[in-house]
């Protein structure tokens, strides 16, 4: 883990997407196994992107001082489509909930604290989308060595 020490602002920048894009995982997880969605099912793909998305961005992160600008922004560039990709699966999965509160009716307490939850699952998502297209546009991830 010697490459932590060498990372630029956008190799930062790239860590605090991972870390966003990890508790959004995990708040999809609960969110689809406990309370109001509970029996309801879960889509593997948000989990399955995460994990792809975190151990790209390691090797990416790992490899940056080795590789040219270009390439590493091609790469983060997929990174974020995956981390996309996982907000989008998170958006569908949860918008007939979402949408049902838009009824002007009594919700059970635990749908309100689901769709709460859900949408604070999904909005971290996208705050982890957007940390990853600036760190793509940014440009160099690690320190250049004097």
Known sequence: MSFIKKQG????????????????????I?????????????NALPVVFTVIFIIGAVIVLALSDKMNESLSGLLLFVLALLVAGS????????????????NP?????????????AIAGISIYLVAFVAMVIATIGGRLAKKEE
């Not at 602002?9 to 999809?28: E, H």
């Not at 907000?87 to 838009?102: Q, T």
């Not at 009716?105 to 939850?117: F, G, I, L, M, T």
Request: proline residues 2%; negative net charge.
């Open 87 to 102: 907000a989008l699966v998170f958006i569908v999965e949860r918008v007939d909930v979402i949408g049902d509160m838009l």
């Open 9 to 28: 602002v956008c190799g930062w920048i790239v860590v605090a997407a991972v870390i966003l894009a990890l508790v959004s995982m995990i708040m999809y």
């Open 30 to 42: 609960v969110n689809s196994n406990t309370g109001y969605m509970e029996g309801m099912g879960m």
């Open 105 to 117: 009716v009594n919700h059970p307490d635990a749908q309100v604290k689901a769709v709460r939850e």
